[in-house]
């Protein structure tokens, strides 16, 4: 079937540093795309979404883009602080779906002070 | 606002027995949903309930019930407890109404093990 996937499991990166997390996405009819946060022991938190009418979205020092060509999203992090560690999920919607979103196996971002 | 609550955040079940997960939203979502998360895996979804009265099937419901009485509660039950059972359970929910942005507010979880 189709799912969300990620290209790598775990990120280091050091302090200061950005960070990219990537996403490939198979279902072209996937039109909303979401990023959570999850901290140890916690459960998700939303960062940011995207609409497929879109190519980027900008938040709090967080940017998402979305490749529709290539079905890929990342979401990039600016100057990563220790506080970023977490496993980053993203998550897709498909359009007449059921407006609960498919979620990604994870990325756990390791940030080294 | 409370957010999404659950209970309990911790439960050891024998095989075959039975119980109840609560979970409970203040903020007069309609969307709630049941998610199971597995070591290296991302959330698979149990059961969701667009509103009250109405529930369905996700990707992984077998062994597993709900109901929604109520827009702020959606309890999921083990039927019979399986090792397989073996997770750690989220619920979360979600605004849809009036809204472009469908993020869900999610619980602290419960860690189950079955023995």
């Known amino acids: 079937g189709e799912s969300v996937g990620l290209h790598l499991p775990t990120l280091s990166v050091q302090e200061g540093d950005n960070s990219i997390i990537n996403c490939a996405y198979s279902?072209?009819?996937?039109?909303?795309f979401i990023w959570y946060k999850q901290e140890s022991g916690k459960g998700p938190q939303f960062i940011i979404d995207i609409r497929s009418n879109m190519d980027k979205r900008q938040g709090q020092r967080v940017t998402v883009l979305l490749n529709k060509t290539v079905k890929h999203l990342s979401l990039q992090i600016a100057a990563t602080q220790p506080g970023d560690s977490a496993v980053y999920f993203c998550a897709e919607n498909i359009s007449g779906g059921s407006y609960i979103p498919t979620f990604g196996r994870g990325t756990s971002l390791i940030v080294h002070p | 606002n409370a957010g999404v609550t659950q209970t309990p955040k911790f439960q050891v079940l024998k095989t075959g027995q039975s119980m109840t997960l609560q979970c409970a939203q203040d903020m007069n979502h309609e969307y709630m949903s049941w998610y199971r998360q597995d070591p290296g895996m991302g959330l698979r979804l149990i059961h969701y309930s667009v509103g009250a009265g109405i529930t369905d099937q996700g990707e992984v419901p077998n062994g597993y019930n709900v109901s929604r009485s109520t827009t702020e509660d959606f309890p999921l039950r083990l039927l019979s407890a399986a090792p397989s059972q073996t997770s750690v359970y989220f619920c979360?929910?979600?605004?849809?109404?009036?809204?472009?942005?469908?993020?869900?507010?999610f619980g602290p979880g419960t860690r189950l093990t079955v023995t």
């Open positions: 279902n072209s009819a996937s039109d909303y």
């Open positions: 979360a929910s979600s605004l849809i109404s009036g809204k472009s942005s469908y993020e869900q507010y």
